[in-house]
């Protein structure tokens, strides 16, 4: 082949809103070695037929700053390309008639004013003063977001490919990427039906087809397609500035098309479809109208909107979309690969995410990180396992629907379940474990004993009992695991990991560093020993874990073993719990060796290691799979002696935020250096950011892990609240939990340096604002 061209920098696949996005804010990055190539025409895949309503709300933080930097480029990148794309502000109203929603709408407001966004509350007869075509019977209420509005799908991409053009970007439409070249475990160029392109990056924005095209360098992403429809009627003498409207509860949104309406459905068992079904020159194209799939929701909507029983209806659009395994979109580097990245699996948000996410990826490349903390939406939370294609596919028919419901606590999936499993899953199953899966294991979350209609709460707040007054033991086979093997492997593990200044010698938990001495991932050792030790990280870093070990060139001499279904891992925590260990031993029933003393030696087989972790107050075991059981057994019938309590997951996490503990993904992430880790392991809201930020990209911003302590009096779980100091954003809760008969909630949280004053501050949660109190921890 030919070289179209030999000087990229950087190649992007696909031309809907998350190529030309990319495009864009590369070009205003000073990268303008850039091809974008485009198999069909700009705007031809999903992007086209979009319904193009954006929300300037969501209750997610990162989601939320993504949606208010889209309704801020929208208008700019028309002004500038000089393109109108029907930017349009109308509004939208949420509306519900389900009491548990209300009250939850009741919150909104005034943490939509904390947040810098007017909302405001309506009753049944307001909903239908802000949209006339609502029958008002059976409506509690909705909210009213004014700033919401619409936008041109079509004409956004033209607006944003015309901006980047005019930069000097090069957009090559009716050019199919036909593979990804690599070399070394690098990109080196893409091969296009046009010839090959040189270059040191590729971000894959290839929508519902991103899939096949990773495929081509032995890699696969966690995503897959779903039919997805709307009705569109003909005009029927609505207003054209008709606000859009949303319910999650009826599963419906829409807005007005041309005098018409545009209704569309948030499915249960939404119906997928494989790219391979697909026509190879399917662009532009819809699926047939599948009727009985929408039929439901069709009456629903008649009877919220009495004007569809006599508008006549233009058509069913169906069109396909792409969907991930946790209904959040695809952004980063994607795992196996150097320099290949990913901004794509947008779950019907493109419009609102795609503005954000090419900034962020554009980021990426240029100065090695994202402005904000996209942890929540990297390609590498997710296993290899989540990739398979029958894991997948049938996982994503669920999201659509799923995404509507208020959860419980211990909501989960009910799709793709079962498929890894801990060897001791049966004996936990059959003592009433309440699952939920966490990188496709089955993780248990609390125990009802076998018991009827036991509270989770009251379950939870028993064994964390077992924690604080004798001992809890507590499954944790599903954390990933990884044995370092090699002559002086401890060594290098030293060297290239960061342990924390100021702690103890012997702690478990070490942060790997990134490139720029951002967190990747945190892990604790265990069965440390001059040749060998034993690296394990909760499921979710499963990726994370093996990419680092990857990127990290390994001498030739020490081998990395991925050793997670080898060994089954339990957690004892609690004053008792060493002497029921040494009664297990003493017993004779199993050999026990103790990683921590100097002639310690992972010897397999029929044996356990165990190590205490000072952080977490805990010790550790680790157990070779094919003897899980008969050790499970043992110390079961030891432990009563003992008062062993038996519990899960939310156990543990009450116990973690307690102590003051983080954990990663939600206080400990790649936008945290390892020196701020090291600054605020727990610390007091007095404290003040220590970390060397020299040769830090300007990306990473210092934040303070501070632990708290609330007279919030909602008892249960909780994160992602907003912390105030004097009514302005300064932070946000990570981490809260309250127990029954628990004096005060306990949290954690991150303050920005930048913004926090040094005054009193509060957290604004379950429609309060509630005073925080530094607290020290057990550490």
Known sequence: MQAVSSNARVVIIGGGIGGVSAAYHLAHLGVTAVQL???????????????????????????????????????????????????????????????????????????????????????????????????????????????????????????????ARARGVSIREHCRALGIMVRAGSVYGVATSDGEIACDAVILAAGLWSGDIVKSCGLRLPLH???????????????????????????????EEVGGIIVGSLDDHAIAVSTAALPQDFASCLLNERWDQFDAYMTTAMRRFPVLRTAGVKMLLNGPESF????????????????????????SNGMALAPAAGRYIAEWIVEGAPSADVTALDVRRFSQAQSAEAYIRERVTEIPGHACRMQAPDADFQTARNLRRSPLHEQLAGI????????????????????????????????????????????RSADTKYLLVGARALDWLATHAAPHTGRDAETMRMPLPGAHGQVEVLVRVLARQADRCLLTASPDQETRLGEWLRRADLPAHIHAVDQTAAYACLELTGPRRESLIQSLVGSGDVEFVDAAAPSARW??????????????????????????????????ARGEAFNLKIGG????????????????????????????????????????????????????????????????????????????EEGRPVGELTSRVRLPGWPATLALGLLDPAQWQGGAVAALAEGGVWPLVPRQTSE
């Open 37 to 163: 190539v485009e198999r069909a025409a700009l705007s031809s895949g999903t992007t086209w037929h979009s319904t193009g309503n954006m929300e300037t709300y969501r209750a997610d933080p990162l989601i939320f700053e993504m949606v208010r930097y889209a309704a801020e480029t929208y208008p700019q990148v028309a002004r500038e390309s000089g393109h109108d794309m029907g930017w349009r502000v109308v509004g939208r109203v949420m509306y519900t008639d389900r009491e548990e929603r209300w009250e939850f709408m009741r919150t909104l407001p005034e943490l939509g004013r904390a947040r810098g966004i007017d909302i405001e509350l309506l009753t049944a007869a307001g909903v239908r003063s802000r949209l006339p075509i609502i029958a008002e019977e059976g409506l509690l209420g909705g909210i009213w977001v004014p700033s919401d509005a619409r936008v041109d799908p079509t004409d956004a991409v033209t607006a944003f490919a015309r901006a």
């Open 225 to 255: 397609a779903l039919e997805h429809q709307y009705l569109i009627t003909k005009p029927c003498g609505v207003d054209r500035n008709m606000p859009l409207f949303l319910s999650y509860d009826d599963q419906l949104y829409g807005r």
């Open 324 to 347: 991930t395994p946790d209904g959040r979109m695809l952004l980063g580097p994607i795992p196996g690969v150097t320099g290949l990245y990913a901004a794509c699996g947008f779950n």
């Open 432 to 475: 009433g474990a309440r699952f939920a899966a966490v990188s496709a294991w089955e993780r248990p979350l609390w125990f009802d004993r076998g018991l009827p209609n036991v509270s989770w709460i009251d379950a939870v707040t028993e064994e964390v009992g077992g924690g604080t007054a004798s001992v809890l033991v507590v499954d």
């Open 603 to 636: 010897t397999g087989g029929y044996q356990f290691d165990a190590r205490e972790d000072r952080v977490n107050d805990s010790t550790v075991l680790t157990i070779p799979s094919e003897f899980a059981v008969h050790v499970w057994r043992r110390l079961i």
């Open 649 to 724: 997951h939310f156990a543990e996490e009450a116990l973690r935020i307690a102590r003051g503990v983080p954990a990663f993904g939600r206080e400990v992430t790649p936008a945290t250096l390892v020196g701020e880790i090291d600054a605020g392991w727990p610390r007091a809201a007095a404290a003040t950011a220590t970390a060397t930020r020299a040769n830090v990209p300007r990306t990473h911003r210092a934040r303070l892990i501070v632990a708290w302590s609330s007279p919030m009096t909602a008892c249960g779980f909780g994160a992602q609240d907003v912390i105030l």
